[in-house]
């Protein structure tokens, strides 16, 4: 069995003519990891994925697979395997010759082969299905199949991109678990393609956050979630009520910040003139007013509120014309047209310096 390997991308950029798919990329692979790469259709999350299995060659940068330089590497001879979207069996093939068919390339023997076979179909949970045909399969066993498949190669780093976007919502959290475990169990590094923030949150060691080709945010999901880095990942990673202010007064690591629900106090140690946002997240913003320790931010009017099963979600429409968002109990939903407070512990405003300050995010595994 291959053992995992760090994977590391290092100044990678991939050009097309005058269109950038991605650009400036450095990012580090940890062995062993559920590494999850998060961001709108057109943010270079694909690309990646096809960099790091070989079927792109950058224009620029290097892909590093332990110690070894894999850039110009195939992929039929680099320590990676892709299971792609729509699964890509052969519907001629039984399960078994399915999930054999990179082996039976490689020329392994017969009797091997068909005891890889088994394990591999063991592992997904579709142990004594080799004989069965493709057509016969439902969708959440066609997806075992094909990583069954990857998991026969032994590969280093198993690639998925979207792998769960076919399915529904039952059985993508379903699949969602299994391929957790799955991880788990062989020590593989995944890497791992979706839009779906629940998604990347439910799976991943690491979530990298894409947009325009470039990484905004990079960390473990409870950081990247508690604290953005970037307004888009704030927005992206999750909803947020975002606050536009500046800074006007700096004192002992803490910065007084006007905006228009009011002046707000943050530890901070940006100087008096910066732009900054303030990013609450909806289960934070209370509709109430502002108790000890908490930061009253006016009120605002309520526009729509929508029975989600364990919470309410209430949209709301602040001072200046502030969009707002909260998640309460369902019989604490106020109504619409309802004037309330927004108030929110201070220790739950999230500040994200503008552009042109943020912190600096490449390569950066939350550390």
Known sequence: MSAAQDM???????????????????????????VVLLGPS????????????????????????????????????????????DYALFPHLSVGDNVGFG?????????????????????VGLPGMAGRR????SGGQKQRVALARAIALDPAVLLLDEPLGALDLHLRRQMQDELRSLQR??????VHVTHDQEEAMALADLIVIMKDGRIEDVGPPDRVYRSPRTRFAATFMGESTILDG??????????????????LTVVTDLPAGAGVAIAIRPEK?????????????????????????????????????????????????????DRVALTAAAADLMLI???????????????
């Open 8 to 34: 590391r991308l290092s100044g990678v950029a991939k050009r097309y003519g005058e269109t950038t798919a991605v650009e400036d990329i450095d990012l580090d692979i940890p062995a062993g990891s559920y």
């Open 42 to 85: 057109g943010s270079g999350k694909t690309t990646l994925l096809s960099i790091l299995g070989g079927f792109t060659v950058p224009s620029e940068g290097r892909v590093l697979l332990g110690d070894a330089d894999v850039t110009d590497v195939p992929p039929a001879k680099r320590l990676t395997v892709t299971v792609f979207q």
């Open 103 to 123: 082996l039976s390339v490689r020329r392994m023997p017969k009797q091997k082969t068909a005891r890889r076979v088994n394990e591999a179909l063991t592992l």
């Open 134 to 137: 493709v057509h016969e399969l």
């Open 185 to 190: 169990t062989t020590a593989k590094s995944f």
């Open 246 to 263: 500046r800074v006007v007064a700096c004192n002992g690591g803490e910065a007084r910040i006007e905006t228009a629900q009011g002046p």
């Open 285 to 337: 913003l209370l509709l109430r007013a502002a108790k000890a320790g908490e930061t009253g931010l006016g009120e605002a009017t309520v526009r729509v509120v929508t029975f989600q099963g364990s919470f309410a979600r209430v949209t709301l429409e602040g001072n200046d014309g502030l969009a707002a968002l909260a998640k309460v109990a369902p019989e604490a939903a106020p109504r619409p047209g």
């Open 353 to 367: 310096a503008d552009d042109s300050r943020r912190a600096e995010t490449k390569g950066d595994a939350g550390r």
